[in-house]
């Protein structure tokens, strides 16, 4: 079983998706993450350990991998397929409560600003690491933030500014949503920003790129 | 009505060289761009704060002394000109009058430092392309199309003489092939989706510049291979995707002057040499200097070509020396100062060092080569439409990159090898016909996110 | 035991180019500057704040991060080396304990990156010359001159290898000669106060520099000259008169290679082109990308004899690009890619298109066209002591400007021309006697703004 | 009379101190300021109106054309000698209260910070203006600004810095001056000083060259 574990663990790591993706090239024609999670289930293999095991395991070696310039977005995005598809089987343990997701994570980029590939990124890093990404896209709004929080009130927030005009509305949301929330925690990103600006508008901590925050979050959660 | 470029303006690598174009832009003012001198560009933008009725006056000052300050220091160094860039921020296109209000503010300025101190200088004015601001985006109606033009028909009334964008056409699935290094799907975006969107909105901004007797002066794929560029800067894509989105996107940004533009090119457009190459029109270029903006592999090979050399944009902070856009200013000016020192012999000598600064240690660079860029230029122009010439293109650049892998006199970070041969079996399923690409690739596509008929498909 | 400078390590005009110096210094690190290659210095400050035990943690953290990202740059733009300054700030140095903490945690990230990564680097100390924290400031005793030598050996201690300052004796006298545009008693301050402070201050650091096994690298006249170029930028005084106060604080900081330094000489010292011809050690210059802490009119021409190329200085701040430190660092190695591409013969090119930018504009830029600086040199190696080399370099430099004004290579702002005439009034009263000179000015000083035993006058 | 005392205020702009003095040399041999000034008083004008026609108009005279670049330091300084000379004449008079100062203006540079040419200039500048102006020299500790302050207690204030460290003696000389005397004015300047700075520490102005200063000046006095 630890074997098949670490097998599915790899499809992930090199983005296996299932048996019949020709990526990559030399795991052609064998399972992929879509099997091989599906005969783990089979055999009695409790979906959190699956989860933690296998797949968390696999994006966080190719998270590493990543955050030490050993590989490439494409590399992590095609890992996030084969973990979706990995994920499909688990989802009605997710619905009946067997296992959770470490958190939930809103992201969005603020109001006005347009850019999203570091926010993209972003996402994909944390929903490796086992969270719950709900992502609000661009241009959001404050009372979109808000109208979300309502819903999931215990989740973390994080938004993303690439303009230094748009780092206002940055401030203008935290305010707003310190306002409602003065629990939840929010972060900040974006090549603009900055820890000091992070702590003039009050918010809870600024990372240069995703996988200081992933730390950050596993430190406090 | 189209111009027709199959030929090159500049087939001669020698004759390819900063400050000379072959057909020099002559401005207002007098200014020659393209005429034996290199011109500083210079960029700026807000520090931080909210752009909207009531900061408006605030903003106004804050150009207005940028622009000051920057006459100022042309003049102190003996600059023989000057080149301002006023890159628009979104809410400005959005709100024209804005935008109206800020260009007449820079253009007073500077009119009065030309009749009253006599610096030559030259205005661009960019405004954003706001349609991707709704997701899918609508192209060819709607109020943000409206705005945009609007936009540029008062920037050019305020004063704004040479009038540029930073068009989006095709970003919707730009930005998906990029981060998953899909050759195919940037070849799409690029040559079919952005060029036949260029065609309509450049004929628009072509005759708004007519009938305000400014020039229309290009478009670059900034939202594209910057993108690239910046992305295998950060390691994230590797540098031989980003050298050939980069040549991918030379005939989407040749529209424009296919449309009419007559430059010069705007300081982003890495496709800028080649573009001159094929055109003979003056280009502006932006490398060291802009490391404020953006760090680059191209510091001093974006040089060897260029006729305005810029700063791309830094915020209107202090710094010891100054405000930076000052700063930046005096080290553009020095830069310039370089090379227009030079004859026609000293002058290919300063050439060859700032290529070969750079040449070697990035594909990037390395098409940067006189011989390359008309290596690849020559393919572009032998091609009669935009996505035959993407392809042609991509692939000329491609074998240019694998000889100089395989000789040994470029070299790609070991992680990076394993993408060569992913890039090469794309670069091979390309069809020679434009219709079967098409419909090879329409399937494969997020229709969520653009609208076909948009892009008549 | 003191060295005699009476020929040129660089007679020839030719061999007077950048990145080549007559003796080359080999660094712990196995960098070698001056032996082929130019290396970019990179210096930087804090952004504001206070300096006490309490933020002290903060500041080691904003240095490390600093060498850190300036390491990765580095590496990122394959710079085959690079030089970091500590310029140290005065709490600092009147907190020796404050100076070792933050010297060891740049010298720890510089050792790490060597090691890991094999980035050669050398590393600069600068601790400030606080004796004039009190007015009439005592030179050579008290807590403040202790504090300053203990600072010098602990930041040796600590990791720093290069060690240099910008000593003051006898801007008491020069910040009122300077705003004056009176040259003798300019000449006064340097030759006689400045001299005499440097002998006495700088056979200690030598001995320092022995004791820890590190270099002593040499002092820098700016608190003089360069105050003088920030004045005649400002067009606050005449130009002229800070091209002849440049050359006077030659053999002031000649004292220092006279007590033992071997360079690099710091980089604010534009008096480095004609210690390089005189001394044959390498050194260090800033110019256009110093624009961050001061404009220039020496841009280009300060780059065409260094040997380390550097930003003077520049907050710890955000740009678009990334903090400003990294910004620099990385128009620095590409400036530095641009010389070291050369051969022998571009070498000349590019050192005298630098030249030629910027050489006709601006006397303090023409005296250091390689003929002057030479004819210069020779005039200082002739003489045989500070005051009558000072006096000599003044002349000569006077004459060599006035040639060129009469030749019209050269012009001055009208408002200048009125000061010719008193500049040379003020060279033809200085007598050929150093004692009738210490006589003759004497009675004209201010005795209450400086302790005249202090220099043993 | 009234050619006299156009007289006097080129001398003063001249720099022309006294009969004796060489410079400048086109007035060698004539009467200088001091002279024209004892003439004037002795032949009844009154010191008010030598002050105001005389003397400020030759310090006005010179100093517009320092701010617009058409005179060097040395120069003013020179016309600042002159008009020593001259004011030595009229001491008496202010000492009566007959003739009045603007006001009176203490400047300083701040506390760890020696850089002094700038405030110098400053100085300098407002002299010319007709102010009273109290240097208390560099590295000024908040302690020496608000002793002074007890003693003048209708001043106004300048501050100097000149390094990004020494800002921060500015803001805290600042809060100093604020809490004991908030209605006093406080302007500040210096290479690294902004108007945001300005505004953030709670001063009263920033002036990036001591000309826009006195106009200030005029506008509120
Ligand atoms: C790509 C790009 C675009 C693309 C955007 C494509 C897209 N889908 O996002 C397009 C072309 C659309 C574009 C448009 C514009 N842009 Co733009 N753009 C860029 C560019 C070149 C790269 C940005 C990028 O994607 N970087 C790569 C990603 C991976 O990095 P990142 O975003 O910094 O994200 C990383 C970290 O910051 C962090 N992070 C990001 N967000 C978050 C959030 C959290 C919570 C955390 C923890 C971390 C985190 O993690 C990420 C991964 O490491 C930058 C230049 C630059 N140097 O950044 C300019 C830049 C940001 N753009 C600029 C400008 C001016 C514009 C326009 C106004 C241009 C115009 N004339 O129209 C418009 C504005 C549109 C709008 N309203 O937003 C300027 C901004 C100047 C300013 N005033 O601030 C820049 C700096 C370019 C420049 N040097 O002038 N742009
Ligand atoms: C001359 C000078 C010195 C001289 C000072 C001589 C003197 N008597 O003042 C000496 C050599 C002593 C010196 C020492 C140091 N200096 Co210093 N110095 C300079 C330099 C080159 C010029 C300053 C100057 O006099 N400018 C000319 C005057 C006329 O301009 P100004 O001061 O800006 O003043 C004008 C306006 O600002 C305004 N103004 C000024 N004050 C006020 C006040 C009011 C109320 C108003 C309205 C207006 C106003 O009016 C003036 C006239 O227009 C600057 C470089 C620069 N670019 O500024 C560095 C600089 C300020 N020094 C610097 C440094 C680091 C130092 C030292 C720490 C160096 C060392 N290694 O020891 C020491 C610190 C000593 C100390 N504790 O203060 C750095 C500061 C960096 C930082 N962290 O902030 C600078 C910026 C140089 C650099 N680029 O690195 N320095």
Same mark, same amino acid.
């Given at each position: 079983?630890?074997?098949?574990?670490?097998?599915?663990?790899?499809?992930?790591?090199?983005?296996?998706?299932?048996?019949?993706?020709?990526?990559?090239?030399?795991?052609?024609?064998?399972?992929?993450?879509?099997?091989?999670?599906?005969?783990?289930?089979?055999?009695?293999?409790?979906?959190?350990?699956?989860?933690?095991?296998?797949?968390?395991?696999?994006?966080?070696?190719?998270?590493?991998?990543?955050?030490?310039?050993?590989?490439?977005?494409?590399?992590?995005?095609?890992?996030?397929?084969?973990?979706?598809?990995?994920?499909?089987?688990?989802?009605?343990?997710?619905?009946?409560?067997?296992?959770?997701?470490?958190?939930?994570?809103?992201?969005?980029?603020?109001?006005?600003?347009?850019?999203?590939?570091?926010?993209?990124?972003?996402?994909?890093?944390?929903?490796?690491?086992?969270?719950?990404?709900?992502?609000?896209?661009?241009?959001?709004?404050?009372?979109?933030?808000?109208?979300?929080?309502?819903?999931?009130?215990?989740?973390?927030?994080?938004?993303?500014?690439?303009?230094?005009?748009?780092?206002?509305?940055?401030?203008?949301?935290?305010?707003?949503?310190?306002?409602?929330?003065?629990?939840?925690?929010?972060?900040?990103?974006?090549?603009?920003?900055?820890?000091?600006?992070?702590?003039?508008?009050?918010?809870?901590?600024?990372?240069?790129?995703?996988?200081?925050?992933?730390?950050?979050?596993?430190?406090?959660? | 009505?189209?111009?027709?470029?199959?030929?090159?303006?500049?087939?001669?690598?020698?004759?390819?060289?900063?400050?000379?174009?072959?057909?020099?832009?002559?401005?207002?003012?007098?200014?020659?761009?393209?005429?034996?001198?290199?011109?500083?560009?210079?960029?700026?933008?807000?520090?931080?704060?909210?752009?909207?009725?009531?900061?408006?006056?605030?903003?106004?000052?804050?150009?207005?002394?940028?622009?000051?300050?920057?006459?100022?220091?042309?003049?102190?160094?003996?600059?023989?000109?000057?080149?301002?860039?006023?890159?628009?921020?979104?809410?400005?296109?959005?709100?024209?009058?804005?935008?109206?209000?800020?260009?007449?503010?820079?253009?007073?300025?500077?009119?009065?430092?030309?009749?009253?101190?006599?610096?030559?200088?030259?205005?661009?004015?960019?405004?954003?392309?706001?349609?991707?601001?709704?997701?899918?985006?609508?192209?060819?109606?709607?109020?943000?199309?409206?705005?945009?033009?609007?936009?540029?028909?008062?920037? @050019?009334? !305020?004063?704004?003489? $040479?009038? +540029?964008? =930073? &068009?989006?056409?095709?970003?919707?699935?730009?930005?998906?092939?990029?981060?998953?290094?899909?050759?195919?799907?940037?070849?799409?975006?690029?040559?079919?989706?952005?060029?036949?969107?260029?065609?309509?909105?450049?004929?628009?901004?072509?005759?708004?510049?007519?009938?305000?007797?400014?020039?229309?002066?290009?478009?670059?794929?900034?939202?594209?291979?910057?993108?690239?560029?910046?992305?295998?800067?950060?390691?994230?894509?590797?540098?031989?995707?980003?050298?050939?989105?980069?040549?991918?996107?030379?005939?989407?940004?040749?529209?424009?002057?296919?449309?009419?533009?007559?430059?010069?090119?705007?300081?982003?457009?890495?496709?800028?040499?080649?573009?001159?190459?094929?055109?003979?029109?003056?280009?502006?270029?932006?490398?060291?200097?802009?490391?404020?903006?953006?760090?680059?592999?191209?510091?001093?090979? @974006?040089? !060897?070509?260029?006729? $305005?050399? +810029?700063? =791309? &944009?830094?915020?209107?902070?202090?710094?010891?020396?100054?405000?930076?856009?000052?700063?930046?200013?005096?080290?553009?000016?020095?830069?310039?100062?370089?090379?227009?020192?030079?004859?026609?012999?000293?002058?290919?000598?300063?050439?060859?060092?700032?290529?070969?600064?750079?040449?070697?240690?990035?594909?990037?660079?390395?098409?940067?080569?006189?011989?390359?860029?008309?290596?690849?230029?020559?393919?572009?122009?032998?091609?009669?439409?935009?996505?035959?010439?993407?392809?042609?293109?991509?692939?000329?650049?491609?074998?240019?990159?694998?000889?100089?892998?395989?000789?040994?006199?470029?070299?790609?970070?070991?992680?990076?090898?394993?993408?060569?041969?992913?890039?090469?079996?794309?670069?091979?399923?390309?069809?020679?016909?434009?219709?079967?690409?098409?419909?090879?690739?329409?399937?494969?596509?997020?229709?969520?996110?653009?609208?076909?008929?948009?892009?008549?498909?």
């Amino acid at each position: 079983m630890k074997d098949m574990i670490e097998r599915l663990a790899f499809c992930i790591e090199k983005g296996k998706v299932d048996k019949d993706a020709p990526y990559p090239p030399e795991l052609k024609d064998q399972d992929g993450a879509s099997e091989l999670t599906a005969q783990l289930l089979k055999s009695g293999v409790s979906a959190n350990v699956i989860l933690k095991e296998a797949l968390m395991a696999g994006m966080h070696a190719i998270g590493e991998k990543f955050g030490r310039g050993r590989a490439f977005i494409p590399e992590l995005l095609i890992a996030a397929k084969a973990m979706n598809a990995a994920m499909a089987h688990l989802q009605p343990h997710f619905e009946s409560g067997e296992v959770k997701y470490r958190g939930t994570f809103i992201i969005g980029t603020v109001s006005g600003d347009l850019h999203d590939i570091g926010k993209n990124i972003v996402r994909m890093v944390l929903k490796g690491n086992g969270w719950n990404v709900i992502d609000l896209g661009v241009d959001v709004q404050a009372e979109e933030f808000i109208s979300t929080l309502e819903e999931i009130p215990d989740a973390f927030i994080g938004l993303s500014a690439l303009l230094t005009t748009t780092m206002m509305s940055m401030e203008s949301t935290v305010q707003a949503l310190k306002q409602k929330f003065p629990e939840n925690k929010i972060f900040i990103g974006g090549a603009p920003v900055s820890p000091e600006f992070n702590k003039r508008i009050g918010a809870d901590g600024y990372f240069r790129e995703p996988q200081s925050l992933v730390r950050h979050l596993a430190t406090i959660v | 009505m189209k111009k027709v470029f199959n030929t090159l303006a500049h087939p001669g690598e020698k004759e390819l060289i900063f400050g000379r174009a072959r057909y020099p832009l002559k401005t207002r003012k007098g200014l020659v761009i393209g005429g034996g001198k290199v011109y500083p560009e210079l960029n700026f933008t807000l520090p931080p704060m909210n752009i909207n009725a009531q900061t408006l006056p605030e903003i106004k000052n804050i150009y207005r002394s940028v622009i000051t300050d920057a006459c100022d220091r042309a003049l102190e160094l003996n600059s023989p000109g000057l080149v301002i860039e006023l890159e628009l921020l979104i809410e400005m296109t959005l709100n024209p009058d804005f935008a109206y209000e800020i260009t007449a503010v820079i253009a007073e300025e500077l009119n009065a430092c030309f009749h009253k101190r006599g610096l030559k200088t030259a205005f661009r004015v960019t405004p954003n392309d706001t349609r991707d601001k709704n997701r899918p985006p609508v192209m060819r109606s709607g109020e943000l199309l409206d705005k945009i033009l609007i936009t540029f028909e008062k920037c @050019a009334k !305020a004063g704004g003489e $040479l009038l +540029s964008i =930073e &068009s989006t056409g095709g970003k919707e699935i730009h930005d998906d092939a990029l981060l998953n290094c899909d050759l195919e799907k940037a070849v799409f975006a690029l040559s079919i989706m952005g060029a036949r969107d260029m065609e309509f909105l450049w004929e628009k901004i072509c005759k708004i510049a007519k009938e305000t007797n400014t020039v229309a002066a290009g478009d670059t794929a900034c939202g594209f291979a910057n993108t690239a560029m910046v992305l295998a800067q950060k390691k994230f894509i590797p540098r031989i995707f980003a050298a050939l989105d980069r040549v991918a996107a030379i005939p989407r940004s040749l529209v424009a002057y296919e449309q009419g533009a007559v430059g010069p090119g705007k300081d982003c457009g890495y496709e800028n040499p080649f573009l001159k190459a094929i055109t003979g029109y003056p280009m502006s270029m932006e490398g060291k200097t802009a490391a404020c903006a953006h760090s680059s592999p191209l510091g001093n090979i @974006a040089g !060897a070509v260029c006729d $305005l050399w +810029s700063n =791309e &944009s830094v915020q209107n902070i202090k710094l010891l020396g100054g405000m930076a856009p000052t700063v930046s200013l005096e080290q553009l000016i020095y830069d310039c100062r370089l090379m227009n020192q030079t004859d026609n012999d000293s002058a290919l000598v300063l050439r060859d060092l700032m290529i070969r600064s750079d040449a070697y240690l990035d594909p990037q660079a390395y098409i940067f080569k006189p011989e390359n860029i008309i290596a690849i230029s020559k393919a572009i122009v032998n091609q009669p439409s935009p996505y035959l010439r993407t392809k042609a293109a991509v692939e000329t650049a491609f074998d240019i990159l694998h000889k100089a892998l395989k000789e040994g006199e470029l070299t790609l970070p070991p992680l990076e090898e394993s993408w060569i041969h992913v890039i090469e079996e794309s670069i091979q399923r390309l069809p020679s016909d434009e219709q079967q690409f098409i419909e090879q690739i329409m399937p494969k596509l997020d229709s969520s996110k653009f609208i076909a008929g948009e892009y008549d498909l």
